[in-house]
Structures are given as C-alpha cells and as structure tokens.
Nanobody, 122 residues
Framework: QVQLVESGGGLVQTGGSLRLSCAAS????????MGWFRQAPGKEREFVAA????????DYADSVKGRFTVSRDNAKNTVYLQMNSLNPEDTAVYYC???????????????WGQGTQVTVSS
C-alpha cells in the first residue's frame, strides 16, 4: 500500500502560479506511474499529468500543456505539479495517485491522496 499526501493548494488570481507536492510513503517501489488528476464541482475526475517512476517520461492533458510541469524527486519520494498561467477553468480539487501501469486512466490508479483545493479567481 502507498500513502499519498498532497499539499500546496490555495487561492490564486488568474495568471498566477501554484506548486503542488505529493509525498509518497509505504510501498513506494510498487508503482510505475505517479499522476495528477482533478475534479471540479459537477464534473468527472480528469487526468492532468503523469510521470513514470523509471525514466521520467511525462504526459499531459491537452488543456494544461505548456502551462503545467510535472516532476519528481526520487530521493524524497515526492512528485510536484508546477502550475503556471492559471485560469478559473483550473479550479478543482487536485489529487495525486499511483499506478502499477504506464497509464493515464483513473481506473488504473490504485492509491489516491486526499486531494488539495485549487481555486483561481477571475
């Protein structure tokens, strides 16, 4: 089992930046991919970004390409999501999650954090 704790959410104005962190503990050797998802009120959870544990390969949703950057620090078992040029459509609860697969499908992710709220004001 992997335990995940997100931090770094908050309130920011349009055009601002935030950096989310996700610290993993437990069976951290058991996952292939660490991903970020988000869920806005009344909407389904959607993929945001992911990074592979072995080779740092990254993947992004089209809506965040060029604005968000996912990275990891293996020594700290931590994954980061740097979010720039934020807009109100980015408002959501952001979750990090781990998967034993090279996937970006939410159903393939087994361990989830509690989520952190990101609110972008116009």
């Amino acid at each position: 089992q992997v335990q995940l704790v997100e931090s770094g959410g908050g309130l920011v104005q349009t055009g601002g930046s935030l950096r989310l962190s996700c610290a993993a503990s437990g069976r951290t050797f058991s996952f292939t991919t660490m991903g970020w998802f988000r869920q806005a009120p009344g909407k389904e959870r959607e993929f945001v970004a992911a990074v592979r544990a072995s080779n740092s390969f990254t993947d992004y949703a089209d809506s965040v390409k060029g604005r968000f950057t996912v990275s990891r620090d293996n020594a700290k078992n931590t994954v980061y999501l740097q979010m720039n040029s934020l807009n109100p459509e980015d408002t959501a609860v952001y979750y990090c999650a781990t998967s034993p697969y090279a996937s970006k499908l939410a159903a393939d992710f087994r361990s989830w954090g509690q989520g952190t709220q990101v609110t972008v004001s116009s």
